[in-house]
T-cell receptor, first 115, second 111 residues
Framework: ETGVTQTPRHLVMGMTNKKSLKCEQH?????MYWYKQSAKKPLELMFV???????ENNSVPSRFSPECPNSSHLFLHLHTLQPEDSALYLC??????????????FGPGTRLTVT | KNEVEQSPQNLTAQEGEFITINCSYS?????LHWLQQHPGGGIVSLFM?????KKHGRLIATINIQEKHSSLHITASHPRDSAVYIC?????????????WGAGTKLIIKP
């Protein structure tokens, strides 16, 4: 399998549930990202991991907890979410975040609905 | 006011028409990206440019650094071009290399 994959593609969860989103990249990239995309809004960067180290947390509520066990895998653990957290969650990766040549490869996203 | 503004927000056109989508930004940048998002979510990078013009098939992207403006053109548009087109910029001197995203332009091409 190639590219960036995300599972599940769709998730419906209650506010008291705990779930996890998974992202996997098969591109040999060093950096991975979580984005949130709400309707009619620009993408919001949530977290950045560079060589498995978290380098950015854009004031994301603690009910979102990222985990990056290795350069190929990224998780987003969810607990006690709110209905306003319903959105498309996109994972991306890039090979060289330190260079001006900078292209991100995106996964298909997980459509999350919080009821 | 968002630092990256796209226009129009929505565009509906007939098959075969020449399409132009605009992106204006207010910060100095080292690169600008055009991306395509189809229904269902996945985002694909179309172009990354820092000057001049790039062409790929029926798609053309131009950028004017002095005017802080870029355009994405689609020639001989086709219903399969229907998607959301997103502009994103990489600011100069951004040590975190974070992109600033536009809200996207939703394009519908009718047969």
């Amino acid at each position: 399998e190639t590219g960036v994959t995300q599972t599940p593609r769709h998730l419906v969860m209650g506010m008291t549930n705990k779930k996890s989103l998974k992202c996997e990249q098969h591109l040999g990239h060093n950096a991975m990202y979580w984005y949130k995309q709400s309707a009619k809004k620009p993408l919001e960067l949530m977290f950045v991991y560079n060589f498995k180290e978290q380098t950015e947390n854009n004031s994301v509520p603690s009910r979102f907890s990222p985990e990056c066990p290795n350069s190929s895998h990224l998780f987003l653990h969810l607990h006690t979410l709110q209905p306003e957290d319903s959105a498309l969650y996109l994972c991306a990766s890039t090979s060289a975040p330190g260079l001006a040549i900078y292209e991100q490869y995106f996964g298909p996203g997980t459509r999350l609905t919080v009821t | 006011k968002n630092e990256v503004e796209q226009s129009p927000q929505n565009l509906t056109a007939q098959e075969g028409e020449f399409i132009t989508i605009n992106c204006s930004y207010s910060v100095g940048i080292s690169a600008l990206h055009w991306l395509q998002q189809h229904p269902g979510g996945g985002i694909v990078s179309l172009f990354m440019l820092s000057s001049g013009k790039k062409k790929h098939g029926r798609l053309i992207a131009t950028i004017n650094i002095q005017e802080k403006h870029s355009s994405l053109h689609i020639t001989a548009s086709h219903p399969r071009d229907s998607a959301v087109y997103i502009c994103a910029v990489l600011p100069l001197m951004d040590s975190n290399y974070q992109l600033i995203w536009g809200a996207g332009t939703k394009l519908i091409i009718k047969p």
